[in-house]
């Protein structure tokens, strides 16, 4: 695809559920990126793949959150027995490895547990 | 430990003002500052962006200052329209790989 493509766009789940959210990135980009923006606030990073390299989790808010990367490729998060603070919009980002290159973001994913 | 320090959380402005968003950092391996702006219900774009060995850049009404020695950079708007009323969000990479971002602030453009 021609940008980063996230999925759902939207996702209500009840409080307890799980949730599985999906992030293609640009192809060819080596680094990928998970944020959490609450409501009117900022970034939160979560974590930070970049290559075959062991991923920066130290954004991760809790061990509910989990974050895998296949094939250097597609990422998915996954949040286990969500909780209503969860809600926020999480977006995913990627970008090529070096100087003068750009960060692209996904429209995001709006979560809200019920 | 936030790597970079965005400043203010929110600017209201009138139309035709100069709206200025300030970004500290203390990393001196930080090699690339670009700016981010974000309309509701959107992603993050690429706005502006500066490399630590240029003091400013400017593109349109939009200009980056860049304070090598203070570690600080900020973004300036001039003649500030009601469309560019957004949040913006500086951010610094580290080595030309991750990315870190300011808090980001809130700007609004008033008629």
């Known amino acids: 695809g021609a940008g980063v493509s996230q999925s759902p766009s939207n996702k209500v789940t009840e409080k307890g559920k799980d949730v599985e959210l999906r992030c293609d990135p640009i192809?060819?980009?080596?680094?990928l990126y998970w944020y959490r923006q609450s409501l009117g606030q900022g970034l939160e990073f979560l974590i930070y793949?970049?290559?075959?390299?062991?991923?920066?989790k130290s954004g991760l808010p809790s061990d509910r959150f989990s974050a895998e990367r296949t094939g250097g490729s597609v990422s998915t998060l996954t949040i286990q027995r969500t909780q209503q603070e969860d809600s926020a919009v999480y977006l995913c980002a990627s970008s090529f490895t070096g100087t003068d290159t750009e960060a692209f973001f996904g429209q995001g994913t709006r979560l809200t547990v019920v | 430990q936030q790597q970079v320090k965005q400043s203010p959380q929110s600017l209201i402005v009138q139309k035709g003002g100069i709206s200025i968003i300030n970004c500290a950092y203390e990393?001196?391996?930080?090699?690339?500052f670009p700016w981010y702006q974000q309309f509701p219900g959107k992603g993050p774009a690429l706005l502006i962006a500066i490399r630590p060995d240029v003091s400013e850049k400017k593109e349109g009404r939009f200009t980056i200052s860049f304070n090598k020695s203070a570690k600080q950079f900020s973004l300036h708007i001039m003649d500030s329209q009601p469309g560019d009323s957004a949040t913006y969000f500086c951010?610094?990479?580290?080595?030309?790989?991750?990315?870190?971002f300011g808090t980001g602030t809130s700007l609004t453009v008033i008629p």
């Open positions: 793949f970049q290559g075959n390299s062991a991923p920066d």
């Open positions: 192809s060819g980009h080596t680094a």
């Open positions: 951010a610094a990479r580290l080595g030309g790989n991750q990315f870190y």
């Open positions: 990393n001196t391996a930080f090699d690339y």
